[in-house]
């Protein structure tokens, strides 16, 4: 885990907060299409994120919040989450139709949310 960790400070060093933040924010999107349990999530991410945080002086509330963004706009749109395909085929649509509708509503969130970061990294 320590190796991991020194790994990564090594690959942030030097980058600004705004940077690492956006980067883990992706990472976070990307990984919620393998991990969909967000305890699961947070269980495998978090003794990574936090030392990471530390380390490269990054507010810690900010890291969690880039966590929960990050996880909850996909669960709309990844076909591994079961509430979402359950839902669609009660509804009757088809999951083509909801990416139709779903994608440029998930962009704006996205948008909103890396806007939303921005904002509280220049807080804290």
Same mark, same amino acid.
């Given at each position: ?6 790994? =990564?400070?090594? %690959? ?6 705004? %940077?690492?933040?956006?980067? =883990?924010?992706?990472? @976070? ?5 393998? @991990?969909?349990? #967000? ?8 003794? #990574? ?12 509330? #900010? @890291?969690?919040?880039? /966590?929960?963004?990050?996880?909850? /706009? ?9 509430? =979402? %395909? ?6 009757? #649509?088809?999951?083509?139709?909801? +990416? ?6 998930? +962009? ?17």
């Amino acid at each position: 885990m320590d190796t991991i960790i020194h790994s =990564l400070a090594a %690959m942030f060093e030097g980058k600004s907060p705004f %940077m690492v933040i956006f980067l =883990l924010y992706i990472f @976070v999107l990307v990984f919620n299409a393998f @991990v969909i349990s #967000v305890s699961g999530k947070a269980f495998i991410l978090f003794p #990574v994120l936090k030392p990471l945080a530390d380390i490269l002086g990054i507010n810690q509330q #900010v @890291v969690v919040t880039t /966590f929960q963004l990050g996880d909850g /706009f996909t669960n709309y749109v990844f076909p591994s989450s079961g509430s =979402l %395909m359950a839902g669609l085929e009660l509804g009757g #649509v088809t999951y083509q139709q909801w +990416l139709k509708f779903a994608g440029k509503l998930l +962009l704006v969130l996205l948008g909103g949310g890396f806007a939303f970061l921005a904002q509280i990294i220049g807080l804290s």
